[in-house]
């Protein structure tokens, strides 16, 4: 004998209809879309940006250590370093290298940061107490490899004191320390540690002759002057 088993109508509906939880749909806002949208393209843009400038680096100048306000520039001051940068920025061409030794710093430059031209004196002068001399010099009178811009040198009297302007006699006390023995004689040091701050190629009236601009104290540019003029100076390129 079998069984059937049957459900009655209010239990069947009570199965099929049984309540279902519908999550309410939520339509996606145009503004948050537009900001998402934008921000994808603006990392884009960047990122294009910093790849395309990171090959396209150039040779600029750095401050290698310190240097106080009023000083000169000299070689050692500087270094090239490579680098990209936005169009804001006017560092110093390392091209024009050169062109800053021998310049005044304006203010007081730190080691580590890139050289700018508006941080140099208006004025490629020297500073007080000091006088930029032009030192004629053939061969025999400065090194074979010649000198060049930034450079170091003694300026040595290759001559007589009694033959140089103003009557400098030999022994007499030169004007300047800057004599090697504290007296003004034949293979004395008129100047040292001079800074070159310019050499000017031979002309066609002089053309075994080379003018090399120094950086020296006032006091002793008259008798490197009259050295000059004497034929009678010599450079030796120190350290």
Do not use: W
């Not at 140099?120 to 032009?134: E, F, I, K």
């Not at 034949?186 to 003018?211: C, R």
């Amino acid at each position: 004998m079998s069984t059937t088993s049957t459900r009655t109508r209010p239990q069947m509906m009570l199965t099929n209809d049984a309540p279902r939880f519908v999550g309410k749909g939520r339509r996606r806002r145009p503004v948050v879309a537009i900001a998402s949208i934008a921000l994808v393209m603006f990392c884009i843009a960047t990122f294009t940006s910093l790849y395309v400038h990171a090959g396209n680096r150039v040779a600029v100048l750095a401050i290698a250590h310190d240097i106080p306000q009023g000083h000169t520039i000299n070689r050692g001051d500087l270094e090239v370093v490579r680098v990209s940068f936005s169009e804001d920025l006017a560092p110093v061409s390392a091209q024009d290298f050169s062109q800053i030794v021998g310049r005044t710093a304006a203010v007081s430059l730190l080691r580590g940061t890139l050289l700018s031209k508006s941080e140099l004196a208006a004025h490629g002068g020297p500073d007080r107490g000091q006088a930029v001399v032009g030192v004629a010099t053939k061969a025999g009178q400065l090194p074979a490899g010649g000198v060049a811009v930034g450079d170091h040198v003694d300026v040595i009297l290759t001559g007589s004191p009694a033959t140089l302007a103003g009557g400098i006699s030999e022994g007499s006390s030169p004007t300047s320390s800057a004599a090697a023995t504290g007296q003004l004689e034949i293979g004395g040091v008129l100047a040292s540690n001079a800074i070159v701050t310019g050499v000017a190629v031979p002309t066609s009236s002089s053309p075994d002759t080379i003018v090399v601009s120094v950086l020296i104290s006032t006091s002793m540019a008259p008798i490197v002057a009259s050295a000059s003029a004497a034929g009678q100076a010599a450079l030796v390129l120190v350290g």
